[in-house]
């Protein structure tokens, strides 16, 4: 389906998300912990009433899932999913690598995704078919396997039930780094990374995500390597090719299955 008739939208809240962002980005502002310990600030609030408000006014039979404030209408033939900023524990320290995440489903499949970085004012925009970041078309990289790949690996507190499968798959790829959040994702739509592996994630965490990984001719999916719908949850991973994806998801479950976690602590490969 076309959804250009959306753009003009995505670009207006990435806009008022960039507003709000910077009056709070790198100032002293209080953080509440939220029922599962994660944080949450002022600016994430705003940002979602925000944009909650304007996709009311426009959009009035659209649904919305949003992390800060739950659905409305979900089952809407369009929904729109927030995250108003991914990477709370980045924006918190000061660090550009948090970010808007704005999804568009339809019928429950992603269709429209923005990422948007206000402090530096990168924008990645994908609609399954085609990505840009800034205005300007993107491509994944060049396919490689794991073992020449760059790879970004999800905080290794999501991880602390297998950190040693983490580790192994850290190991088996040729240059892993971890936690960019939503950053991570344009990187690799634009070709400066290969292959993101993360779990614990919700809907919001890649529903925007999705359109622009695979609108730059990339693979993303749970780590079944299924398609990414309205009923995701937990582990998806993401890659500039669809055989890549499975390789780096079967390191993993295989050492997972076959390491035992060590005596004593293992060395970091960061």
């Known amino acids: 389906m076309n959804v250009c008739a959306f753009l003009p939208f995505v670009n207006d809240a990435a806009d008022l998300a960039t507003d709000i962002a910077l009056r709070f980005f790198r100032q002293e502002l209080p953080v509440e912990a939220k029922p599962d310990a994660s944080p949450v600030t002022e600016a994430d609030k705003n940002i979602e009433k925000c944009l909650r408000a304007e996709i009311e006014k426009r959009y009035p039979s659209h649904g919305i899932i949003g992390e800060e404030y739950g659905v409305h209408n979900e089952n809407a033939e369009f929904v729109w999913v927030i995250d108003p900023i991914d990477g709370t524990r980045a924006f918190i320290m000061g660090k550009p690598q948090f970010g808007l995440i704005l999804g568009l489903l339809y019928q429950g499949k992603p269709v429209l995704g923005c990422i948007h970085q206000p402090f530096t004012r990168e924008r990645w925009i994908g609609d399954n078919e085609k990505a840009t970041y800034n205005g300007c078309a993107i491509h994944v990289a060049t396919p490689r396997p794991l073992g020449a790949a760059r790879l970004c690996m999800g905080a290794p507190m999501a991880f602390s039930q297998n950190i040693d499968a983490y580790l192994a798959l850290c190991k088996k790829a040729a ?21 993101v592996v993360e779990q614990g994630l919700s809907l919001y965490d890649v529903a925007g995500v999705a359109p622009i990984v695979t ?23 993401a890659a500039s090719t669809k055989e890549l994806a499975a390789e780096a998801v079967e390191t993993f479950l295989s050492a997972n299955k076959k390491l035992s976690r060590p005596k004593s602590a293992t060395a970091s490969p960061f």
């Open 215 to 237: 609108g730059a001719g990339g693979f993303i999916g749970t780590w079944d390597l299924a398609p990414i719908d309205k009923g995701f949850s937990n582990r998806v991973v």
């Open 175 to 195: 240059w892993p780094q971890y936690n960019s959040d939503c950053y991570g994702y344009g990187l690799l739509a634009m070709g400066c990374t290969d292959v």
